[in-house]
């Protein structure tokens, strides 16, 4: 098990930045793969982006890719999403998640969950 945090969700501009952060407790951080999903309103969760428990390995949705960036820091054990260039379509509840299993893409299932951080992107 490992408990997750995310910080950095907020209101922006379309065309704007925003950098989101997870925390995780545990000692064993780089044995998790860990990733982002994101729900927004009347909408199923979707898959966003995960990266692998080295960090060499990274994948992001269609919908993100070139736009959005995923990296970890194992000695802070915190991995972050970058978020460019961003969309009105872009707003929604964004959740960080971990699991010992690495599946590349949204068939990725998560055993653990943050309690999500809000980012609203205003037209």
């Known amino acids: 098990q490992v408990q997750l945090v995310e910080s950095g969700g907020g209101l922006v501009q379309a065309g704007g930045s925003l950098r989101l952060s997870c925390a995780a407790s545990g000692r064993t951080f780089s044995t998790y793969a860990m990733g982002w999903f994101r729900q927004a309103p009347g909408k199923v969760r979707e898959f966003v982006a995960i990266i692998s428990g080295a960090g060499s390995v990274t994948g992001h949705a269609d919908s993100v890719k070139g736009r959005f960036t995923i990296s970890r820091d194992n000695a802070k054990n915190t991995v972050t999403l970058q978020m460019d260039s961003l969309k009105p379509e872009d707003t929604a509840v964004y959740y960080c998640?971990?699991?010992?299993?690495?599946?590349?893409?949204?068939?990725?299932?998560?055993?653990?969950w943050g309690q999500g951080t809000q980012v609203t992107v205003s037209s």
């Open positions: 998640a971990a699991d010992t299993r690495f599946t590349y893409g949204s068939s990725w299932s998560p055993s653990n």
